[in-house]
């Protein structure tokens, strides 16, 4: 089912309100009606779209409606109740199942939608990874992706994928009390197997960014089993680990997308007014990559040597054997940690 938000959705988020102030408690018909202008009859209606969201919620001729229970999809007014941003995530589009969010949510952005608008699913049936990889979301996990419009020089835009990706690591970090960390470029990984990945669409003109559509993918109470039996061949993998199999209970999705919603947009704006070199300096903090031997492979050369360091803009600073340095943009490569 889609959930956007509409109009037709403020009588039903109202007559929610009334059942949770009630604490478990019926409130008469009567007074739903009163209090919200839908006449009696036209209440069912919206109790039962409510009930397909996912709420339990009872009914009893003579006493009303009560709230069983609240509904463990990630609804736009469930998010923003309680969400401490300015813009970012203050319009959500939910859904279901969709193909990808990147896509609706580049369809948005080339319509001119502003920045922070989120598009988020309970699983996708075509998510993406960088460069045509497949990103297996079944449900249980946070899928979403974000339009961002920041006022920075396009050569700068290789930054926004790591940033993301640092605020992702952060919020983990905070609400589930696990050891993430951060793998260059992209990657949230925790003891060496990845439970989130970023993606960054952009499109630009020479001076200036239109528009960049990040995508965020994190294992959050999935089955890991699952998402074995769907990629285990896929390119790149190295295992996936998940946030319930970590904390060995479910995490709680909703303070976890508020959370991740606030630290992105922290760290947005900070890019925006004081450039990267501070979010560099956390990146380097949280990182799992530097410091360890990789093997970077970019087309159909690889090579290995040592991360030794992250440029202003997100590259990978890469010692040779012969003490030389290179510079690895993201992008087309592979990076893999020795162990
Ligand atoms: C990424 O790509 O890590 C970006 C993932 C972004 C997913 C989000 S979900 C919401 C939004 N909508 C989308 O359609 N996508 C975004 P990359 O670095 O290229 O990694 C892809 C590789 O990760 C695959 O080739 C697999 O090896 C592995 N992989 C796929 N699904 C995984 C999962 N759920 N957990 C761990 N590893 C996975």
Redesign the pocket.
Known sequence: MVVQESLADAKHIEILKMLKKAKGRYVSGQSISRKTSVSRAAIWKHISTLKKYGYGIASSQGQGYKLLHSSDQLLPWEIKDGLKTEFMGRVIHHFSVID???DLAIKLAEENAPEGIVVIAET?R??????G?????PEG?I???IILRPKIPTAESTILPLATALAVCIAIRSVCKVDARLKWP??IIIKGK?VA???AEMSCEADRINYIVI???I?ANVNVGK?EAN?KN????YG?ASLINEMNKEVDRMTLVRKLLAELESIYLELESEGSDTIIQSWKDLSATLGTTVTVSQNDIAFEGKAVDIDYDGALLVKLPDGNIRRVVAGDVYVRIKR
């Open positions: 990808s969010t990147q996708q075509r998510g993406r990874g960088r460069i990889r497949k990103w297996s979301a996990g899928w979403l992706s992209n990657d990845k990945g970023v993606l995508g965020i993918g294992n998402i990629i896929a390119p790149g993998y996936a």
